[in-house]
């Protein structure tokens, strides 16, 4: 995906290590951002896209920059931000049982956070 729009840019997914921020990642790979932010809470599952990431396309891997951290933490999104110029908010409680059964929960995360 080459567009001017991206060119030399830095774009952050946030929840980037889940289902839907990873098949974010893989659409964004061959852009011509400058860098992707991985921002998620779990490390393992940032350490094993990591190397997903270097065995499967080393062309990429320094593209793309991993950071932990929870979209409910004000503080620790601010931190993972300077110099980003564009979010894709992938983090979210998705199973709907789980958003039933707490649904503040899933406020906190999908919307506030």
Do not use: W
Not at 8 to 23: A, C, E, P, V
Not at 32 to 49: P, V
Not at 91 to 111: G, I, W
């Amino acid at each position: 995906m080459n567009c001017d729009l991206f060119k030399d840019k830095t774009l952050m997914i946030t929840g980037g290590t889940g289902s839907f921020g990873s098949t974010v990642l893989k659409h964004f790979l061959d852009s011509d951002l400058k860098e992707i932010r991985i921002f998620s809470r779990d490390e393992k599952k940032q350490d094993d896209m990591r190397h997903q990431l270097q065995a499967e396309h080393p062309e990429y891997a320094s593209k793309v920059k991993f950071y932990i951290g929870n979209v409910r933490d004000m503080r620790s999104v601010q931190d993972a931000m300077p110099g980003v110029d564009f979010i894709f908010h992938a983090a979210a409680l998705k199973q709907v049982p789980s958003c039933e059964f707490f649904p503040m929960e899933a406020v906190r995360t999908n919307v506030e956070g």
